[in-house]
């Protein structure tokens, strides 16, 4: 592999923040984007909605763009499409769910967008001129999700998206590592690798312990209405709601827009499965007795216009709190969530609902000993903490530098750096 071969990391968001996420790929005249999410606004940001990323790069070289490869379906990730598609109108490439839901997206967007939507399969690879892009299998708190092995002239960069290692996930098979570790053997360049649990010591627990613990507070609480809120992409965290539903014979109701729409678009592909007669519209919820009653809802983070916040203060068409009810806030707080969150757990309470929010919740990013398992596993060249605020992405590099990297190998960006790779160096350049 000649030194004269470089491929370029050009991040443009992600790396501040935990949200936000896009990367750019470049060798030659092609261009890869990973990811195109978005942020939430912080406390300061009065009268904004969403935060985008800039892709004026992307604009200015729009005939090298050969698509955007999307690794899962999460907002970080996948929510600046409708906006920088626009600008952007290049093919998009993602698994069977995280295409159902970003074509949902695009459906729902004020403008048109019409570019074209490709499903890749574990094990697809795709041609990009000059560069390759392979699928390949991780666990993630959304279904479907994906770490992509990026291959170049220079070499082999290998993006982990968001994920963990999960031995019993609720729907599909555990993260692929052999392949991770074929490709491993064979010589990576560099290992793009989420930072967002790298403070946190051992390993992130199996999803199917979350199951335990709706099991057991379903048990303690028959004779209550149960109010389940979450992230509506967490498809495996409501099927294991609706199965305790089911097991206790309560019926389901979905509220909130975007629980609404993932929840339909999971059952008609079969990521989500429930049994006939147990959804049932919210319209209908005062049909039935209130302890054979389970309501799932967005509002996990106190965001002030989902459906737990709108239950909250009262004005909810719908659903109102009743002293009795259980309220089981099933996240914990995004960095920087964690004011909207306590006054939305006060609230609650405040109308006599009991608030469960500790132990209900399992995070979908590994902590350290899987990121050091995937260092160990893959042994890249340089190690590039991604995904994160600046402390996450020093946890990342100080592992790295306990499991042996030579420091000058361990790289942390900012957003709008441009990092070139070779067999013989890295630097940052123009």
Sequence with gaps: MSSKKIVKIIPLGGLEQVGMNITAICYGDDIIVVDCGLAFPSDDMLGIDLVIPDVTYLKENLEHVRGFFITHGHEDHIGALPYVLREVPVPVYG???????????????????????????????????????????????????????????????????????????????????????????????????????????GMTMSERTVGKTFDNIFADNVNHRIIV??????????????????????????????????????????????????????????????????????????????????????????????????????????????????????????????VIYQDTHVSGHACQDEIKFLYSLIRPKYAIPMHGEYRHRIAQRNLCLELGWDKSNVIILKSGDVLSLSSRKAELTE
């Design 229 to 354: 809120a979450t992230f509506a992409s967490n498809v495996d965290r409501i099927q294991q709601i609706i199965d305790c539903a089911v097991k206790y014979g309560r019926k389901v109701a979905i509220d909130g827009r975007s629980m609404v729409n993932i929840v339909n678009t999971a059952v008609e592909l079969g990521y989500i499965k429930i049994p006939d007669n147990v959804l049932i519209p919210i319209e209908e919820i005062n049909r039935f007795p209130m302890e054979q009653l389970v309501l799932i809802m967005t509002g996990s983070q106190g965001e002030p216009m989902a459906a737990l916040s709108r239950v909250a203060s009262s004005s909810h068409r719908k659903i109102n709190i009743f002293p009795g009810d259980v309220v089981i806030i099933s996240s914990t707080p995004i960095p920087g969530n964690e004011k909207s969150v306590y006054r939305l757990i006060n609230d609650l309470s405040m109308l006599g609902a009991r």
């Design 95 to 201: 698994t069977e769910l995280t295409l159902a839901i970003i074509a949902n997206k695009l459906e729902e967007s004020t403008v048109a967008v019409d570019v074209p939507l490709n499903v890749v399969s574990y094990g697809d690879i795709i041609h990009c001129g000059s560069l390759s892009v392979e699928y390949i299998r991780t666990n993630h708190s959304i279904a479907d999700s994906a770490a992509l092995a990026i291959t170049s002239p220079a070499g082999t960069i290998i993006h982990t998206g968001d994920f963990k290692i999960d031995f019993t996930p609720v729907y599909g098979q555990t993260i692929d590592l052999q392949r991770l570790g074929i490709l491993g053997s064979k010589g990576v360049l560099a290992l793009l690798c989420d930072s967002t649990n790298a403070l946190k010591p």
